[in-house]
């Protein structure tokens, strides 16, 4: 695993170039070092994000946490994995909670992407069940973050013209 920033930073480039679903499951592959060869990299990425499990929980986080809203804060990895490390064991913790920060919907997410992957019969992202806990939770946090940013974009782009000013106005007032 890299320096957290870094791999943030690689991921926020990404996104900020606006380029396919393919080309990014190509680059974020590379990044998170799923691969030496491009075409194997840009498969494992593709391969998760079509797995009914990822597709589900990526719903589920859309739902819960990002409600169409374009101007929330990405996940931090020290919280997330801390929290993932915590809750992966079984512990139980109270969905919805007022004291939910984002951190919380990320390591949510994390955990119950493992263990659906691990429990769910499709071979899709088959390389994610043998992953140990921290390289999951690393290539699932980034992997989230980047298709957070990507809603966020289509969310800001289909919103009325009106709450895109006031958006700006009070971000220049603070």
């Not at 990405?74 to 004291?99: A, F, M, T």
């Not at 992953?131 to 782009?157: F, G, P, V």
């Amino acid at each position: 695993m890299d320096d957290p920033e870094e791999t943030k930073n690689a991921v926020r480039y990404v996104y900020k170039k606006k380029v396919t679903l393919a080309v990014a499951a190509a680059k974020l592959g590379r990044i998170f070092g799923l691969s030496e060869d491009p075409m194997i990299a840009q498969h494992r990425v593709q391969s998760l994000w079509t797995h009914p499990v990822f597709v589900d929980a990526v719903e589920e986080f859309s739902e819960t946490y990002l409600r169409g809203r374009w101007d929330l804060p990405i996940g931090e990895w020290e919280e997330i994995h801390q929290l993932v490390q915590i809750h992966s064991n079984g512990v139980d913790w109270i969905r919805d909670s007022k004291e939910w920060n984002v951190n919380h919907f990320y390591a949510c997410f994390v955990i119950q992407t493992l263990e659906g992957i691990k429990r769910g019969g499709s071979r899709l992202a088959y390389w994610l069940q043998d992953a140990e806990l921290d390289e999951a939770t690393w290539i699932l946090a980034h992997t989230l973050m980047y298709l957070q940013l990507n809603c966020m974009r289509a969310y800001k782009k289909r919103a009325p013209i009106k709450a895109r000013i006031r958006y700006l106005m009070n971000r220049w007032r603070a």
